[in-house]
């Protein structure tokens, strides 16, 4: 080290302390104010081109996976993911390789470590790729319970039910209509759902058909379904970039001011909902609907950013209106939980509408009272998917309204042919 060589500072070499430079107010002033925005940006349109797609590496196919016997015996094994599981969450894949491992106990051995994913610790949500080697500790498997029980076969009113519901189809992927009331996937006490349907129907369509997405159980509207793993994992990369383009219809009640706007909020689980929801309910104990989701702080434990762009289409002031909603992100009960956050649940919600005070003017004033005629059923409706199809071109998917949501429009003279102005609104 040269002694001689002056030492580098922040300071001048004079050691004087010198203040910061003042901004030139006189630029600024100059300028003009910002003319104002209108409230929706017309979007973009997408690239024509894009960069092709390397085809990936090929793989080391997934060895079979061991029996009860040998899980019990404590073996511990390493699987190989495959290239048609590429992108699917971990406790998905550990359905497909162990459908007799209950939720529970997967969460479980993963908060212990005990899953690994490339020697690193992983949750139930996680992604994972082609390639990948997961280490699979003894499992707890439950053999005997009748709901992990796979259908031998779908019957004739099954297939039959889902041709008469099916939007579109090809090859790879169908889009169908869901109807009011029917769940898209099992829990406690439904015997009937989409998923079970599907699962009955894998032998007729080829490779078992997955889910891409999802919808309420009382949400009406467009489900897309891939008929392969391949398929499945493109389609839920489009979705988790927010390439796909949803808008749904709701009637709510009263009339939004402005009838065009923005909703922002953080949104976080209830107490009972989610896979973690035993370790959340003693903190949320009395804080209101377990089951619903709530509004939350940035920060907050489970609290995630929620956006949703609505528009006015039609009303009848002051009882009700016609919204088009576009949610950017895809949060658990959002339009739901946005309506009710803005002052105008959605009709016919059983969760999220009803928690009017007493001297609330829709319970008052007879001018704003939702007519009987309305029937009370969720009026929300999965109206139109657009996403790039992996296959080639564009999807563009439009459902007809359920027969509860007709009969409302039909009585308040609600054209579907109107302008909708949600198309305006921007992606993001």
């Given at each position: 080290m040269n002694p001689n060589k002056p030492k580098r500072s922040g300071r001048p070499a004079t050691g004087k302390a010198t203040s910061a430079r003042k901004p030139d107010t006189k630029k600024f002033a100059a300028k003009k104010p910002a003319a104002k925005r209108p409230a929706f940006k017309k979007p973009r349109r997408p690239e024509a081109e894009q960069a092709p797609?390397?085809?990936?590496?090929?793989?080391?196919?997934?060895?079979?996976?061991?029996?009860?016997?040998?899980?019990?015996?404590?073996?511990?094994?390493?699987?190989?993911?495959?290239?048609?599981?590429?992108?699917?969450?971990?406790?998905?894949?550990?359905r497909r390789h162990f459908p007799a491992?209950?939720?529970?106990?997967l969460n479980k051995i993963c908060r212990k470590g005990e899953v690994r994913l490339e020697g690193k610790r992983v949750e139930g949500s996680d992604r994972i790729a082609a390639g990948n080697a997961v280490r699979v500790p003894p499992l707890k498997l439950d053999v005997a319970s009748p709901a992990v029980k796979r259908p031998v076969a779908g019957s004739a009113q099954d297939s039959a039910f889902i041709r008469e519901i099916t939007l579109f189809e090809d090859r790879k992927l169908m889009v169908i209509n869901k109807p009011w009331g029917l769940a898209v996937q099992g829990g406690s006490g439904t015997t009937r759902h989409i998923d079970g349907i599907l699962q009955g129907m894998a032998e007729e369509m080829g490779e078992r058909p997955v889910l891409v997405h999802r919808l309420d159980r009382d949400t009406s509207g467009v489900l897309l379904i891939a008929k392969t793993r391949r398929m499945a994992a493109d389609l839920g990369e489009i979705f988790?970039?927010?390439?796909?383009?949803?808008?749904y219809w709701a009637v709510v009640e009263g009339v939004p001011k402005p009838p065009q706007g923005r909703i922002s909020l953080f949104l976080a689980k209830g107490a009972a909902m989610g896979d973690d929801r035993g370790a959340r309910r003693p903190a949320y104990a009395g804080g209101g609907d377990p089951e619903k989701m709530r509004i939350a702080k940035h920060g907050e434990h489970d609290a995630q950013h929620s956006l949703t762009y609505y528009a006015t289409v039609d009303k009848v002031a002051p009882r009700l209106a016609w919204l088009s909603m576009k949610p950017v992100t895809g949060r658990t009960h959002q339009l739901r939980a946005h309506a009710e956050a803005i002052g105008h649940p959605i009709i016919g919600d059983p969760k999220y509408h009803g928690n009017m005070a007493a001297n609330d003017p829709r319970r008052t004033d007879p001018l704003r009272a939702i007519p009987a005629g309305v029937e009370s059923k969720l009026h929300l409706l999965a109206r139109r998917l657009i996403i790039p199809n992996p296959s080639g071109g564009t999807l563009d998917v439009v459902a007809p309204l359920p027969p509860h949501m007709k009969r409302t429009f039909d009585m308040f003279g609600f054209d579907i042919a109107q302008y909708d102005p949600i198309m305006d609104a921007p992606e993001e």
């Open positions: 797609v390397k085809a990936p590496a090929a793989v080391e196919p997934a060895p079979i996976a061991l029996t009860p016997d040998e899980q019990a015996a404590g073996v511990v094994q390493t699987l190989i993911v495959t290239q048609d599981e590429d992108g699917m969450r971990l406790d998905r894949w550990f491992l209950g939720l529970s106990h988790r970039s927010r390439q796909a383009r949803k808008i």
